[in-house]
Structure formats: C-alpha cells, structure tokens
C-alpha cells in the first residue's frame, strides 16, 4: 500500500451528500476540486501505509466529534466557494 492521505477519501465520501443539501452550488468538477481542496486544508491529515493503518483511521474517522468537524469543515467550503467560484466560462458551470 502507497502512502495516502486516507482524509481525501473521507472528505470526498461526505462530498457527495453534503453538496445535495446545497441546491444553489455549483457541483462542476472545478468547484468540486476547490471545495475539497479547501476542506482539506482546514482538516489534519490522516495519512496510511498499510491496511493496519487503514483500518485505525477508519476507526478513528468513524467518531463523532471528527464527523461534525469534517462536515462543518466542508459545509464552510462549499459557502466560500459559492460566493467566489472560478470558473472561466459560463457554459462550465453545473447546477
């Protein structure tokens, strides 16, 4: 197993549905990649090397208090970028 960053697959997982309650968002794969990226910088890494490792960031993810963090940490992504998307034209945006 490579070394990962095991937080980007959390934060893409949680993504998904986050985004459904967030209608006026743009979800074009630009505003995707903007938003995670963002998230992710506010959030500690978790990084992995071996299925051991997986298995105990997913236990650790699974907590509630990392939960909440990481859906607020998301949730305050997609408001950035909402009010600031950088799409370079207008046929590029999905909503």
Same mark, same amino acid.
């Given at each position: 197993?490579?070394? +990962?960053?095991?937080?980007?697959?959390?934060? $893409?997982?949680?993504?998904? $549905?986050? /985004? %459904?309650?967030? *209608?006026?968002?743009?979800?074009?794969? +630009?505003?995707?990649? #903007?938003?995670?990226?963002? =998230?992710?910088?506010?959030? *500690? *890494?978790?990084?992995? &090397?071996? #299925?051991?490792?997986? /298995?105990? =960031?997913?236990?650790?993810?699974?907590?509630? $208090?990392? #939960? &909440? #963090?990481?859906?607020?940490?998301?949730? %305050? =992504?997609? $408001?950035?970028? &909402? +009010?600031?998307?950088?799409?370079?034209?207008?046929?590029?945006? %999905?909503?």
């Amino acid at each position: 197993m490579e070394l +990962k960053n095991y937080m980007e697959d959390i934060v $893409a997982q949680k993504l998904e $549905a986050i /985004l %459904k309650q967030y *209608p006026d968002c743009c979800s074009c794969e +630009k505003c995707r990649r #903007d938003i995670m990226s963002l =998230a992710l910088n506010h959030l *500690p *890494p978790r990084y992995i &090397s071996t #299925d051991k490792g997986n /298995l105990y =960031a997913r236990i650790e993810l699974l907590s509630i $208090a990392y #939960d &909440s #963090d990481i859906v607020e940490k998301i949730a %305050k =992504a997609i $408001a950035v970028v &909402s +009010k600031n998307p950088r799409h370079e034209d207008e046929n590029e945006t %999905k909503h």
